[in-house]
């Protein structure tokens, strides 16, 4: 059964950083496209940061891109989400989410599994 989990979630002020964890059991990520996403209530699930299987390519939303960073650790079968100066519009459920194939999916439907999410909140 894979399953993944994510933590790292809470309640910061704006300006603040929180690091998300996404570990990965019942399936290895090596060779595995890697992504995190975020949801609103009554919004869509929306790609804010995907990385392809070896590290190399990353892609981030532009509204994140300078202040989030995705990376993975592989051994660790793990995937993380730095995210630096936070303001009140990141708040949302934040999602980790793995796929089958190499290269960065940046679609729901490009996924295979997904984690339970977990809430970031940023107050101003």
């Known amino acids: 059964q894979v399953q993944l989990v994510e933590s790292g979630g809470g309640l910061v002020q704006a300006g603040g950083s929180l690091r998300l964890s996404c570990v990965v059991s019942?399936?290895?990520?090596?060779?595995?496209?890697m992504g995190w996403f975020r949801q609103v209530s009554g919004k869509e699930r929306e790609c804010v940061a995907a990385?392809?299987?070896?590290?190399?390519?990353?892609y981030y939303a532009d509204s994140v891109k300078g202040r989030f960073t995705i990376s993975r650790d592989n051994a660790k079968n793990a995937v993380y989400l730095q995210m630096n100066s936070l303001k009140p519009e990141d708040t949302a459920v934040y999602y980790c989410?793995?796929?089958?194939?190499?290269?960065?999916?940046?679609?729901?439907?490009?996924?295979?599994?997904w984690g339970q999410g977990t809430q970031v909140t940023v107050s101003s």
């Open positions: 990385i392809n299987w070896s590290g190399g390519t990353a």
């Open positions: 989410a793995s796929r089958s194939e190499l290269d960065v999916g940046l679609s729901v439907r490009a996924y295979d599994y």
């Open positions: 019942g399936r290895t990520i090596r060779g595995k496209g």
